[in-house]
Nanobody, 122 residues
Framework: QVQFAESGGGSVQPGGSLKLSCAASGLSPDYNAIGWFRQAPGKEREGVSC????????YYGDSVKGRFTISRENAKNTVYLQMIGLKPEDTAVYYCATLFRCGPMGWDLDAWGQGTLVTVSS
């Protein structure tokens, strides 16, 4: 059974930074990428960023390009999301997920965690 231990969420002022971490275990052999999506109250789920299983390819949603950086430590099955220049519109619950597909053509989720709340407010 896949389990995700997400951490790093919190409250910051606009322009601030946070780093999310996700330690995954029990991963299925079929996933192709791991990453983060978010969902704000009353809004649709939005793909934020993902990284291929081998770590060679990354994808960022248009709204976070240039501000967020995804990375992973394969030996620890851990993925990180460094977020800088945070904006109020980044406020959402951020979920760590494994994916069959992610990118501009769509996101196909395999499994995901409980989420961690990021609040950006002055």
């Amino acid at each position: 059974q896949v389990q995700f231990a997400e951490s790093g969420g919190g409250s910051v002022q606009p322009g601030g930074s946070l780093k999310l971490s996700c330690a995954a275990s029990g991963l299925s052999p079929d996933y192709n990428a791991i990453g983060w999506f978010r969902q704000a109250p009353g809004k649709e789920r939005e793909g934020v960023s993902c990284i291929s299983r081998g770590g060679g390819r990354t994808y960022y949603g248009d709204s976070v390009k240039g501000r967020f950086t995804i990375s992973r430590e394969n030996a620890k099955n851990t993925v990180y999301l460094q977020m800088i220049g945070l904006k109020p519109e980044d406020t959402a619950v951020y979920y760590c997920a494994t994916l069959f597909r992610c990118g501009p053509m769509g996101w196909d989720l395999d499994a995901w965690g409980q989420g961690t709340l990021v609040t950006v407010s002055s």
